[in-house]
């Protein structure tokens, strides 16, 4: 990879979030595309909610724009309502995933946030389970680093695919440790050199792959894997498993919000007898003291 050539990154906002605030614990980016309302609706009633509630901590969405007119008055009304909307000069596309990314941790950049969180639009987080996941990672490494579910080893596909990368775009037979993109944290004091050298690391459009391989290799950043990232695209909802995972991806909106309230409302409770075990998910019950 060329260190001495520089990418095009000079797209201009073309919408900012409001107030312009620099949020100094947990900076949290949801690239989305702009016909995905629903789903950035869901994750303001759910999990942006608790981002918010942690103090010094903020949650966005980034996108590319649309060519839709409707799609486009949509979205003005958005961020005159919620203000948390980020709009970068490029047509929003799978193939502008990177693009959108790097933008993104550039913004992020500026306010050096102790933690930086990127998580696609169908992922679910559980804040208070990620953020001590991060806390025993931090102790333990005592230097920054990327987490999330990391690959090792992971080949390029050739086959045709969304995914396929052919040989002139990355001439490796595989691929170096990287984060699935989904949601990954990185330590806030990266930021200004991940955006910096993303910005002159030969372009991949898999978005998870460039940033967190290519680009934490060239920086020889430590990847670290947190436990309880799942995969919910078979999840019903009424599981009290919930509140032990970190996260979920594959949800749809309406999911997304009854995930949520079972989170706060469900425990699992368990009958043992010999070498048997029989669990079911009980309301949490609140304890009420008279005095």
């Known amino acids: 990879m060329d260190n001495s050539t520089r990418y095009n990154y000079n797209f201009r906002m073309l919408v900012e979030p409001r107030p312009v605030t620099c949020p100094s614990h947990l900076y949290a980016i949801v690239p989305s595309a702009p016909k995905n309302i629903e789903r950035r609706r869901a994750i303001r009633r759910t999990w942006a909610k608790d981002v918010q509630s942690r103090g010094n901590s903020r949650l966005i969405f980034s996108l590319g724009k649309s060519n839709d007119r409707k799609l486009d008055i949509d979205l003005k009304y958005e961020q005159e309502t919620h203000e948390d909307v980020l709009v970068f000069d490029f047509e929003d ?9 790097v933008l993104s941790v550039g913004y992020a950049a500026r306010c050096r946030p102790a933690y930086f969180l990127k998580a696609d639009d169908d992922t679910y987080v559980n804040v208070e389970r990620l953020l001590a996941s991060i806390k025993l990672i931090e102790g333990a490494l005592k230097e920054p680093f990327f987490a999330g579910q990391v690959h090792y080893r992971a080949k390029p596909h050739r086959t045709f695919s969304k995914w396929t990368v052919d040989y002139v775009e990355y001439p490796e037979y595989s691929y170096p440790p990287y984060i699935s993109g989904n949601l990954y944290v990185i330590s806030g004091s990266l930021l ?8 002159h690391t030969r372009h991949l459009h898999l978005e998870d792959v460039f940033m967190t391989g290519l680009v934490a290799t060239k920086l020889m950043v430590p990847r670290v894997s ?3 990232i799942w ?7 009424h599981n009290c498993a919930y509140d032990r995972f970190v996260s979920g991806h594959y949800i749809e909106a309406s999911l997304m919000e009854r995930i949520h309230d079972d989170r706060r409302n469900l425990v699992q409770s368990c009958i043992s007898l010999f070498f048997l075990s029989w669990c079911r998910c009980v309301p949490k019950i609140t304890e009420i003291f008279v005095v």
Do not use: C, F, H
């Open 93 to 101: 596309s799978y193939e502008n995933a990177t693009l959108k990314t």
């Open 226 to 228: 947190i436990e309880g």
């Open 231 to 237: 995969d919910l695209r078979r999840a019903t909802s």
């Open 192 to 199: 200004p050199s991940v955006a910096a050298t993303a910005m």
